[in-house]
């Protein structure tokens, strides 16, 4: 049996702009694009993975742990809009947040 799913932890960086949150809180990341019916994809909410200093205490970052279904209970391929789009991120990508 194949493995079902593929996990990444992802990294923001937030730069100068502000943008607190505390442990448990979840933010909602936009994926780009627009869906079948040509409308701008919905936010999708994670939760945050990092501390409230962030992942790196003294930047302005925060970490998400992100997990991709790659196939059903019936071993039926899946795309999921936002998973796929968090975990195919490279570094530098620019990510809109929501929070």
Known sequence: MGRDYDTHHVVL???NTPFPVLEGQ???IIPPGTDVNGR???PRQYSVASPRNGE???YNNLSLT???VLEDHQGNPVRGVGSNYMCD???GDAVQVIG
């Open 66 to 68: 992100v997990k991709r």
């Open 13 to 15: 960086d937030f730069g």
């Open 56 to 58: 790196r205490p003294g």
């Open 40 to 42: 701008a994809h919905y």
């Open 26 to 28: 979840s933010i909602g």
């Open 89 to 91: 991120l490279k570094v």
